[in-house]
């Protein structure tokens, strides 16, 4: 039986026992975490899900948090400006065991959840808890001083801008051409 799970904007197609490298899971080594975005299941019978497979699950042991191979960025630009520039890093990744392919009753399962990087514990109890009780709202105060205050300001946003005189010196030149 295989699946075919998304994390981290990728897809992995694996089955039972297969290693995998995916981007940053949170959690330690020996932790076991379950992936629940299940693109599509198969084997005997193939399901495709509509974008996900309801109730199904990837179950995985993390084996260790490492750092993937050195990526090098290197760029020259046109030529006779000689700019070079060299950049390089190393992509943080979980490297992975795959331990059960769940075709139904993950979300039952008690594993914590692997999603966007972050490990959640699927069965988590429901607390309900009371909404707080509203208090009144405060009384706006003198909505009458407001209207007036707004008054001044719209009056001393409608004065016209002062005209310009044309300078002196060009017009004593304009006589002088003459």
């Known amino acids: ?9 990728k897809q992995y197609k ?18 076991k975490v379950q992936f629940n975005e299940i693109l599509m299941l198969g084997g005997d019978k193939v399901t495709v899900g509509a974008p996900f497979v309801a109730g199904a699950g990837v179950q995985a ?15 020259k630009r046109r030529r006779k400006h000689s ?6 890093h190393r992509q943080q990744i979980t ?14 399962s008690g594993v914590a959840a692997a ?29 009458a001083k407001e209207a007036k205050a707004a008054e001044p300001k719209a ?6 801008a002062a005209k310009k005189k044309a300078p002196a010196k060009k017009a004593a030149a304009k006589a002088d051409d003459k």
Do not use: C, W
């Not at 039986?1 to 904007?9: C, H, I, Q, R, S």
């Not at 042991?61 to 760029?75: F, R, S, T």
């Not at 999603?115 to 607390?127: M, Q, R």
């Open 1 to 9: 039986m295989f699946a075919v799970l998304k994390t981290g904007g």
């Open 115 to 143: 999603i966007g990087g972050t490990v959640e514990v699927t069965e988590a109890p429901a607390v309900a808890k009371k909404p707080a009780a509203k208090k009144p709202a405060a009384k706006k105060a003198a909505p």
């Open 155 to 160: 009056a001393a946003e409608k004065k016209p």
């Open 83 to 88: 700019s070079q520039r060299k950049k390089g």
């Open 61 to 75: 042991e993390i084996l260790e948090q490492a750092k993937g191979p050195k990526l090098i960025h290197y760029v």
């Open 14 to 31: 694996v089955a039972n026992g297969d290693v995998l490298k995916v981007e940053k899971l949170a959690g330690n080594a020996g932790e």
């Open 95 to 108: 490297v992975l065991r795959v331990t059960d392919i769940l075709a139904s009753g993950a979300d039952k």
